[in-house]
Every structure is written in C-alpha cells, then in structure tokens.
C-alpha cells in the first residue's frame, strides 16, 4: 500500500473562491462549526473555497481515496474524507461523524 503524505501549508492563509479572499477566516478561527455545511452534494472545491486548503492531504493508492486534514483553532482536528476526485465520503471531528455519504 502506497501512502503520499503532501502538505499543503494552510497556516496563515485566508478561505478563497476562486482563489479571491471571502470572508476572512483564517485556518487560526476555524472551528467544528467551519464544517457543518457539508452535506451530499458538497464538493472538495466548495470545501475548499470556503475554509481553505487543507494542512495535509494523505493519497491512499489503495481505494483511490483522498484525506484531508484540518487543524482547527483548539488544535483539534477534522478529518475530510474523498473518493480520490471532487466527492466529500465523509467528515469527522475527534470521534464526531458530521457528514456521510449514504452508502
């Protein structure tokens, strides 16, 4: 099983929409709440535009899936899991499930 490690260097970075600064949030005042707009038809590029890059992303060839990761501002951790392309599977904070997809 491979594992590709590739951090992204979120800290410090403004949430962009097409790359153009929103609202101001920096990866320093996100929280759980950051997240719980995820729902069936969200996209790793809507994740993306409206909290940022995330600080790490772990590409699994086995199953073509993508983790990403993000630090949050009590420095706990959600944990965004993709099929490998744009589809969100799920989304976890500490031992919280706030979104899956129906299998």
Known sequence: ???????????????????Q??????TSS??????RFIGATTTRKDVEARVGLAMAVVTRSVGYRD????KLSDDSIVVIETDGG???????????????QPR
């Open 67 to 70: 983790t990403m990761l993000y």
């Open 21 to 26: 600064p929103t609202v101001g949030l920096t």
């Open 30 to 35: 996100l929280t759980v709440e950051s997240f």
């Open 86 to 100: 744009s589809r969100i599977l799920s989304v976890k904070h500490e031992h919280t499930v706030l979104f899956e």
């Open 1 to 19: 099983m491979l594992v590709v490690l590739t951090l992204t260097g979120c800290a410090g970075k403004t949430a962009s929409s097409n790359t």
